[in-house]
């Protein structure tokens, strides 16, 4: 992966480029705003890091000169302009990340990688995968059979970049702008080697089958992935056992429909006014239960029959006609009923829809069971217009030549007729026009011929809905338990864990024992409704944001804006279509999770930020500022308590010699050494640490006497000689400290800054007997 680095300061420059290229990453770097925005113009970047203030152009230009010209390139502003104004202004110029300096490093490439996924897939799973082949980019590690294969960094590259782009193919040329940066003039004949070396290694790992392709006169790409037949099997076996479960949900829905035409007939066979409250309400609970079921199963009409029947036991306003329409809606109910089901629950198996006539329909259709999918196969275009059965979850269109008008025009059709499935076209023309054209009218994939199965299966799969499981908890309420079975079955093979419930006078009890990710409630319901129990969650803050769909078959304006304005973040219309049912719910907890990884993400950047203004940021001791306010409290509680405190002030002796020896880089580090040790040689639940500046340091020891306080800079001297960093410009021959210690019994009356002058006075005169010694001044 390759990364352009835009920042005017050599040395975080220099910081950031060795910490990227150590985690297998090729770095071009820009000075400037003006050379930064040609090479990101000329080059193959992957992501670009960018700073605001800078020499010629400021980022904030190169980023909105970027995406003017098309430049479609993750933009990462890495910037000390930390205001929310600013950050605004960078994500409105077009970055996609705004990271503020000083940054951890691992936060910066945790923030790389973010970005790196966002190109891709964000479902994928960070590990990429080819059959046995494991490359994990967190752990920059290749294993085959879980053995771990050591690869060059460019090696490691080319195989990253190869499997992150499984179908496409790479020149040499492209090879080379992708894994060396633009100071670098590699020939084609190191690709070549390169491509020998990485093949040779993976045989010597045991890789019996070849990963890499030389597409000739082209370049190279990966290679299909074996199959696994063991896996193959399991997910037959696991769609044998859901087609099952579906066929049982058709089963007892068939064999609840007697008894509940049954309570019906009964309530028709007399006059509907002499009826008991009781039977009034059992017969609109039945119609409703109806309703429901009947629309999950395809029985459209039947389920409008139901919903009439049910307004006609709500009004309650009986008369001689209203009897007759009652009598007339369940013969024409019952007439319904007798039809086969049209099954709604989706297809366990994808469905592709091929628009062809050509051979090669036959090979898909052959090999699609190993895939895991069906393919159904239309020739022409009034099949395909008015065909009855499942949506398909992408159609397939070959055409042999150029697109014509009459293909131009059943693209159009299919676009109204399945707005949200993705449709790729197969042809023998590979021109700008086509291309435009086809674009135009929403095809998500242009294969070109000739192409292998293998090819257009891939092509599909890029296409296709994603089904990674997930351990998401949903929850359902309805009323009706056949309608309950029928959406579990639908939603089970997805790996969500599912709770139902039908009986809404226990909801809240279950609600918050299951704490579900989404909430699925029927509108209509008896004892509280699936408008009430919506309001309840929105009542309470913890659950505030829980995602609510309503599953119902009223769709008029009215029961649409009621739903809404109960707080419900979505609603389902019945009959329940699968497809429609498994995307809208794996969309809501998919965005719910990414809502509260990004607040739970502003929490700790705030608790960062607040941790950055307690401390200095190159020694992670506290600052100043935190210094003066842990005194005062201390001062303050232990004076109450009548406890001591003790100060040491401390500095490196001849530090300045040594910066001017070993240079700035070696006395950063120097400091950073030592205040790790003095961490250690001190309580740090207790005591603290902190940087008055320079190699100007202070210890605080709350609840020590000068005694303790003594034995503590012996421990530190003792500790700092161990270290054994060398000085030779100093009097002794590593590195040294000179302490200053006093300490007293905190009084009301008198200020803690006579204490830190009284310690400084000790130290100075350490200073002055030839140091590397310590002085004890009491207050």
Known sequence: MKILLVEDDPSISKALATTLTAHRYTVDTALDGQIALELALQGEHDIIVLDIVLPKLDGLSVCQQLRQQGCQTPILILTAKDANEDIITGLNAGADDYLTKPCDLAHFLARVRALLRRQGNPTVSPILTWGELCLDPILIQVTYLQQVIVLSPKEYSLLE??????????????????????????????????????????????????????????????????????????????????????????????????????????????????????????????????????????????????????????????????????????????????????????????????????????????????????????????????????????????????????????LQELKIQFPTTPILILTTQDSLDSRVTVARLGVSRYVVQPATTDEIFDAIAQVLPQTTLTDAKVMIVDDDPIALQALATVLQPWGLQITTLNQPKHFWQIFTTTVPDVLLLDLEMPTFNGLELCRVVRQDVYYSDLPILVVTAQIDSVSIQNVFAAGADDFIAKPIIGPELVTRTLAHIERSRIQRQLLQYQKEHLQTRQLQATIDSLTQAANRHYFDEFLHREWQRLADAQAPLSLISYDIDYFKSYNDLYGYPAGDNCLQQVTRVVWDCIKPGRDLVARLGGDEFVIVLPETSLEQALQVAQRIQQAIAQLQIPHPSGTHQYITLSLGISGTIPQLNISPQELIAIATQALYAAKARSRNTYCLYPL
């Open 161 to 410: 970049l190869l499997l992150r782009h499984p179908q496409r193919i790479f020149s040499r040329s492209s090879i080379i702008n992708h894994l060396w940066s633009i100071d670098d003039s590699p020939t084609d004949a190191a690709v070549t080697n390169l491509i020998k070396d990485l093949r040779r290694k993976l045989k010597s790992a045991g890789m019996q089958e070849e990963l890499i392709e030389t597409v000739y006169r082209l370049g190279y790409r990966l290679r299909t992935a074996p199959k696994k037949e063991v896996e193959q099997v399991k997910v037959e076996d696991c769609q044998k056992e859901n087609l099952a479960s579906i066929g049982q949900v058709v089963w007892d829905f068939r064999a609840s429909l007697e008894k509940r035409i049954d309570i019906l007939e009964e309530a028709a066979r007399s006059p509907v006014y002499s009826l008991s409250s009781f039977q009034h309400q059992q017969v609109q609970e039945e119609a409703h239960r109806l309703a429901g079921g009947l629309g999950t199963f395809g029985y459209a009409k039947g389920s409008d029959l139901a919903r009439a029947i049910e307004y006609l036991f709500i009004e309650g306003d009986w008369e001689e006609d209203r009897q007759q329409q009652f009598t007339q809606l369940l013969t024409e109910l019952k007439q319904e009923i007798a039809k086969p089901p049209t099954v709604l629950l989706p297809t366990l198996k994808p469905l592709i829809l091929a628009i062809a006539n050509d051979t090669l329909i036959a090979e898909l259709q052959q090999a699609a069971p190993h895939r895991g999918w069906q393919v159904e196969v239309v020739c022409d275009r009034s099949d395909v217009l008015h065909r009855n059965g499942n949506t398909p979850s992408v159609i397939f269109m070959s055409i042999n030549h150029a697109v014509p008008d009459c293909g131009l025009m059943l």
